[in-house]
């Protein structure tokens, strides 16, 4: 019991130290990007690239705390062969996000080099869908409205006090505003860099 009493105790009194990166009145902006392919092979039959990212401006209201905007951007390529009882038909598809986010991160384990945190996204953007089909030179194109949100856990390692590499891992949906919404979920790794002024 003493030995948990103790781990507890400093547990606690880590995830309260005070850095000069968190406090208060602090200024904090960064990028981070993730590539986007099929590595687990979820879509054998689907060609998957492309790529993800955002960037952050955020500011420390109070100690740990930091509250910002945070535009966000995607585009990615989906190419599949769509069969029917007649024909195979090669078709691509690409898809562009884009909007506005605010970001909202507490950080909870503080030293001087290692930091982690919990972090909540909202924002609102803009998602363009265009479909071609071999052999037909019509393009499906949809535009729509879409609501964002991510929750998700993130890790900071500090190069030096102000320069951090970051690694997040976030539960992403993204939601339509349309007759028939073409809603998705997805988990999001990502990795970036970010810096801390005062």
Do not use: W
């Not at 790529?51 to 945070?70: E, Y």
């Not at 970001?103 to 998602?127: A, H, M, Q, S, W």
């Not at 951090?164 to 339509?176: I, K």
Request: hydrophobic share 40%.
């Amino acid at each position: 019991m003493k030995k948990i009493t103790i781990t507890f105790i400093i547990l606690y009194g880590i995830s309260f130290t005070g850095l000069a990166q968190f406090e208060k009145g602090t200024t904090q902006t960064g990028a981070s990007a993730l590539p986007v392919f099929d590595v687990l092979n979820i879509a054998p039959h689907n060609s998957i690239s492309g790529f993800g990212g955002k960037a952050n401006v955020s500011f420390f209201p109070v100690k740990n705390l930091s509250i910002g905007l945070s535009p966000f951007a995607a585009e990615v390529k989906n190419g599949y062969t769509y069969t029917t009882s007649l024909s195979s038909l090669k078709k691509e598809e690409t898809i562009k996000l884009f909007g506005l986010g605010m970001c909202l991160r507490y950080y909870v384990l503080l030293n001087k080099k290692f930091t982690i945190y919990p972090e909540f996204d909202l924002g609102f953007g803009n998602l363009n869908t265009r479909t071609s089909t071999e052999g037909h030179s019509k393009i499906k194109e949809r535009n729509t409205s879409i609501l964002v949100g991510s929750l998700g856990i993130g890790a900071n390692y500090f190069l030096t006090e102000k320069v951090a590499l970051e690694l997040n891992v976030t539960y992403l949906t993204v939601n339509e505003f349309a007759n028939r919404p073409e809603n998705f979920k997805t988990i999001a790794p990502t990795i970036g860099v970010q810096f801390f002024f005062q």
